[in-house]
């Protein structure tokens, strides 16, 4: 399993049209992606779940991925939050 916490960079979060963003990468990977805020996890392939977590700007969140392309999952996913989404 692969680890990484990252604080969200963009002005809005990972609300709608970033988290569409967001889910799109996450399912371009084979592992299973998972995200975390406090002590809330969802599926970071599923919309709803992601959405549910309520993630603003300067969150600090857990993506946590496993399977065989993990490290490539969590080191793309932290780039696209980390630049946040380029706004």
């Known amino acids: 399993m692969t680890t990484k916490t990252v604080s969200i960079q963009n002005t809005v979060g990972l609300h709608?049209?970033?988290a569409t963003f967001f889910i799109q990468k996450a399912n371009s990977y084979k592992?299973?992606?998972m995200?975390?805020?406090g002590?809330?996890?969802?599926?970071?392939k599923s919309l709803l779940g992601v959405l549910s977590l309520g993630i603003e700007k300067g969150h600090d969140i857990v993506l946590r991925a496993e399977g065989i392309d993990?490290?490539?999952a969590v080191e793309g996913l932290a780039e696209l939050?980390?630049?946040g989404f380029n706004d």
């Open 39 to 44: 002590n809330r996890r969802a599926n970071a």
């Open 31 to 33: 592992s299973t992606v």
């Open 81 to 83: 939050l980390l630049n």
């Open 35 to 37: 995200i975390e805020r």
């Open 70 to 72: 993990e490290v490539e």
């Open 16 to 18: 709608a049209r970033p």
